[in-house]
């Protein structure tokens, strides 16, 4: 069996729900601090082995382009300044890892997004990283996917368990438990209604696919929005590969929602000695 060494992060969608700043700025951009969300998302697949980035960008994305890539104006005038510390910051983000860019050319949905980088991919199996969800955990959810890729040698997708009313919202699954963690899917239903739904366990931003699935993607008819939907995909897919669910263990920030945006800048600011202190009197005087 080949090992994952390539992933895909899908970064070409117009963030719509953060307008008007997303009008000028991808929303994979959107600073997490003093880091785009975007960063943590490559900082997951460096840490679970991956090698290779295809990021799937669009128009308007050439911003994530300029912050991967090396800025020597920059870096001389940091080093002029004898500000070592941030020029390390800024050089480590431009070694991260080796980043190709590939341009969808009209948002045509996230099967079609994926199918972009299916020459770069050829015939190895692959990770997909979506750009605007982060999930912490010291062993980070792609490798935990890898591992049970490398386990069973099938596809398989992150679920966690989503409230009830929030399922409306999500690709829910029907399966069967394998392990305590890892269910065999046996159907994905897109954004059912609760009385429709067979679960509470919903589908997240990660997946690790073998190069079947873009045969699956180039026979998958438009959906909702005439946009390709990897969930029909994934049910093609169904009919030929065996396919499972893994409920990850970590920490997820969906951070294309604005509320989730804001969990993420706070826990992440918690977390920060310089910061701690004075958010913690903050929240608590908002509180009172």
Not at 47 to 70: L, M, N, V
Not at 103 to 114: F, N, S, T, V
Not at 195 to 223: H, Q
């Amino acid at each position: 069996m080949k090992r994952i060494k390539k992933a895909i992060i899908p970064a070409a969608g117009l963030g719509t729900r953060f307008l008007p700043v997303t009008k000028s700025m991808p929303k994979e951009m959107l600073p997490i601090i003093d880091k785009p969300v975007i960063h943590h998302v490559v900082e997951e697949a460096v840490a679970s082995g991956i090698e290779d980035i295809i990021i799937i960008t669009g128009r308007g994305k050439r911003a994530i382009e300029d912050y991967f890539d090396e800025s020597p104006e920059l870096e001389m005038h940091l080093l002029k300044s004898n500000k070592k510390a941030l020029f390390k910051i800024v050089r480590d983000v431009s070694s991260l890892v080796d980043i190709h860019y590939i341009r969808q050319k009209e948002p045509k949905g996230l099967g079609d997004a994926i199918l972009r980088a299916e020459r770069h991919i050829g015939d190895e199996p692959f990770a997909v990283l979506l750009g605007d969800d982060i999930i912490r955990n010291k062993r980070p959810c792609t490798l935990q996917l890898i591992e049970k890729f490398e386990k069973y040698g099938s596809p398989v997708i992150a679920v966690e368990e989503i409230p009830e009313e929030k399922v409306s919202s999500y690709g829910i699954i029907d399966g069967t438990k394998v392990e305590d963690d890892l269910y065999l899917v046996e159907d994905i239903i897109e954004k059912p209604s609760i009385d429709g739904a067979p679960s509470t366990l919903g589908t997240v931003g990660r997946y690790i696919f073998t190069p079947e699935i873009f045969n699956c993607i180039k026979k998958t008819p438009p959906g909702v929005g005439n946009e390709i939907q990897l969930t029909d995909s994934i049910r093609l897919l169904m009919e030929h590969q065996r396919f499972y669910a893994h409920l990850f263990r970590g920490c997820r920030y969906d951070t294309g929602d604005k509320a989730g945006y804001i969990q993420a800048i706070i826990d992440f600011a918690m977390e920060d000695e310089g910061l701690r202190r004075s958010i913690r009197d903050h929240i608590q005087k908002v509180g009172k």
